[in-house]
């Protein structure tokens, strides 16, 4: 049980839906139990940039994307060491738990924190990519998914103008989600992810052969982690002799206003942790899984990779 002060921390690659943090700061100083927030990730634990925060902290948050935690990559923090200094700073401040906000990068640094000094840590799933294992949902991934989809509509417009193919590249480094989601609600003819191998001659075949039958433009989504984008577009328009264009999303998919989705889901898990963590819970990960709040343990969600659903892989085909 906690009865002093818990901290909270967002770290790796931003995604939008800091209600979680908001939420976990309320519920927390509504329990009578102060809140750290940990500036830029692990480098701001070890370089103790750790402040205190109050209720009027966190005002104004809501609708923002990115995180007003700051967040960053760091290398020292992957060394036993670097990691005993951060916790040496943790104690400093009398901070008894840590929440984490973040993707399996960051939930590994918590696990590793835990098992070496045994701080009580309750990660939050906080990555657009959607790939956290034990749950279906991460925080962020919705508004990434419908900023990619509101960008295929718009490229919709200007392939059907000109008959064009259009190749999207998307993010996803290892995980071929985000481009599953946002292929299948754009109506994208063909998303390729890294999970699954496709074969390039029999994709120019076809989009040569829908040609000929009178289509007016296709849209072919890739996570980036499949491979590059302008690639792709490349050896299409060559292939097929159809003139192809690339957008590379990049960055714009990380940005932006959340969703009600994402705030909703933000905020209910965000209360969830901080509850868990004061009540004395440790090396959990909460999220969502089929539409009810699942609590995971953390050394799971790291260790197992949380694989692509087939049967996602089998309707974007069919709907194609
Ligand atoms: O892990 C989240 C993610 O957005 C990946 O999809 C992407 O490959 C990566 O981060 C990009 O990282 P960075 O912002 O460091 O370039």
């Known amino acids: 049980m906690i009865k002093k002060a818990i901290a909270v921390m967002t770290s790796g690659g931003d995604s939008p839906g800091i209600a979680a943090a908001r939420a976990v700061v309320r ?21 103790d940039d750790i402040v205190e925060l109050d209720s009027r902290s966190v005002s104004d948050m809501i609708q923002r994307g990115g995180t007003f935690l700051g967040t960053a990559r760091s290398m020292e923090f992957k060394t036993p060491e670097g ?4 916790f040496d700073n943790l104690m400093k ?13 960051s939930l590994t640094g918590g696990s590793l924190l835990s098992k070496e000094t045994g701080i009580p ?38 392939a059907s103008a ?5 190749v999207v590249e998307v993010m996803g480094r290892n995980s071929g989600w985000l481009a599953m989601m946002a292929g299948i609600a754009g109506g994208a003819e063909y998303v390729l992810v890294p999970e699954v191998k496709y074969d390039l001659d029999e994709m120019c075949h076809e989009l040569k052969a ?3 039958a009178g289509k007016r433009y296709s849209i072919i989504v890739i996570a980036e ?5 302008v690639g792709l577009g490349k050896v299409v328009e ?20 959340p969703t009600v989705e994402d705030r909703m889901k933000a905020s209910m898990l965000g209360e969830k942790a901080a509850l868990a963590i004061i009540s004395g819970a440790t090396n959990l990960v909460f999220g969502f899984n089929e539409g009810k709040v699942v609590g995971v343990n953390l050394f799971d969600a790291v260790n197992n990779k949380k694989t692509l659903d087939p049967e996602l892989v089998r309707l974007a085909r069919v709907l194609a």
């Open 210 to 212: 829908m040609y000929d």
């Open 225 to 229: 982690g499949a491979g590059s984008g």
């Open 121 to 158: 840590i309750v990660g939050l799933p906080g990555t657009i990519d959607n790939d956290v294992w034990g749950m279906d949902y991460t925080i962020g991934c919705d508004t990434a998914a419908n900023t990619i989809v509101d960008a295929i509509n718009k490229l919709r417009d200007t």
């Open 83 to 86: 990691r005993k200094k951060g």
């Open 238 to 257: 060559e292939k097929t002799g159809i003139d192809t264009r690339v957008s590379v999303l990049g960055h714009i998919q990380r940005g932006g206003s």
């Open 27 to 47: 519920t927390a100083l509504s329990e009578g139990v102060s809140v750290y927030g940990i500036n830029n990730g692990y480098q701001g634990m070890l370089d």
């Open 162 to 166: 000109h008959r064009r193919i259009m």
């Open 93 to 105: 401040h009398g901070i008894e738990g840590l929440v984490i906000i973040g993707g399996d990068g």
